[in-house]
């Protein structure tokens, strides 16, 4: 699946943020529209068609998570991906973007490379994607993970991790930034028939950051854990 092939309307009320975006997205191949207000999102996207949203959250009138609500409230949309434009001190609007109905969302300021990155995570998740035949390396500047042979290397040193630990990053490391909340990473790292302790994910975790270093893995107090380049 190609870049050119993903359709990506952003939406923000202030020009410079709409401008790097653009240009960012557009210079990694994708189609990008643009639109400034909550009320233009709602009458232009249909006409658009986008296989994702970039929403900022705060804006006059109507706001990110009103559009994001009505969105959500037509069945005929539910391909579409959201990703809220979030500060990144608040991680209570983070959580309610997500209870709101947004897939994911990316904190400000941005920067290009991990834009880049994320939305090529946040991509994986739409239905266009769920034929692509192999799956590419997750690269993060001197960090490689390759899904297809199960290594990882950090500044060209290679590190081997059991199969659970390598299972566990990978999945948080498949889209930066988004917090996966405990039971997810149950169900999907151990399976749903499986019972483990409460303490399982904690353990592996403290394992992970001892092996590759404290700075790429974050806990949001109460949710859960999450991959971040920053």
């Not at 994911?104 to 239905?127: E, F, G, M, Q």
């Amino acid at each position: 699946m190609n870049n050119k092939d993903f359709r990506i309307l952003i939406v923000d009320d202030e020009e410079d943020i709409v401008e790097l975006l653009s240009y960012n997205l557009k210079s990694e191949g994708y189609v990008v529209g643009t639109c400034q207000s909550g009320q233009d999102a709602l009458d232009q996207y249909k006409e658009f068609n986008p296989d994702l949203i970039i929403l900022d959250i705060m804006m006059p009138s109507v706001d990110g998570i009103e559009v994001c609500q009505t969105i959500r409230a037509s069945s005929s949309n539910s391909d579409i991906l959201i990703a809220f434009l979030t500060a990144r001190s608040e991680s209570f609007t983070q959580v309610a973007a997500l209870d709101a109905g947004g897939d994911d969302y990316i904190t400000k300021p941005i920067k290009p490379n991990v834009l880049k990155s994320k939305i090529k995570s946040i991509l994986r998740r739409h239905p266009k994607s769920a034929n692509q035949a192999e799956v590419d390396d997750l690269v993060f500047d001197t960090f490689r993970i390759n899904l297809n042979k199960y290594s990882i290397t950090i500044d060209g040193k290679e590190i081997n991790l059991p199969k659970k630990e390598f299972d566990l990053l990978a999945l948080l490391a498949s889209d930066t930034g988004r917090v996966f909340k405990r039971q997810e990473i149950l169900n999907r790292v151990w399976g749903t028939d499986v019972v483990v302790g409460d303490r399982t994910i904690d353990v592996h975790i403290r394992k992970l950051r001892e092996k590759i270093g404290s700075k790429y893995i974050y806990t949001l107090k109460g949710v859960g854990y999450k991959f971040s380049i920053d």
